[in-house]
Nanobody, 121 residues
Framework: QVQLVESGGGSVQPGESLKLSCIAS???????????ANWFRQTPGNQRELVGS???????SYAPFAQGRFEVSRDSNKNMAWLQLNNLRPEDTAIYYC????????????WGQGTQVTVSS
């Protein structure tokens, strides 16, 4: 069973940066070569929204609010993915979730437990 664990959240001031990490376990080597690495976020009372994605082939895409400020990366050998958050704004305050979306037989769609990011002055 694949498990994802995020870390790196915290409280920062506007304009500062954070780097969120996601590590996958469960005995699947190179999972981010088999699955897309996606980051979502959610605030109370709102639906979870996509922040950015890296496909199996390594291409990235971002929500408009993330374009130019956030960056998704991965190291498939280490079963890790990251979300670099730059120039943070108060409206970026949310719980951020790592997701692995897999189409390979025997694999599925997996979520981490989330990590809180708070941006305030």
């Amino acid at each position: 069973q694949v498990q994802l664990v995020e870390s790196g959240g915290g409280s920062v001031q506007p304009g500062e940066s954070l780097k969120l990490s996601c590590i996958a376990s469960g005995g699947i080597s190179g999972i981010f070569n088999l699955c897309s690495a996606n980051w979502f976020r959610q605030t109370p009372g709102n639906q979870r929204e996509l922040v950015g994605s890296m496909s199996r082939r390594g291409s990235t895409s971002y929500a408009p609010f993330a374009q130019g400020r956030f960056e998704v990366s991965r190291d498939s050998n280490k079963n890790m993915a990251w979300l670099q958050l730059n120039n943070l704004r108060p409206e970026d305050t949310a719980i951020y979730y790592c997701n692995a979306d897999c189409t390979e037989p025997g694999l599925s769609n997996y979520w981490g437990q989330g990590t809180q990011v708070t941006v305030s002055s």
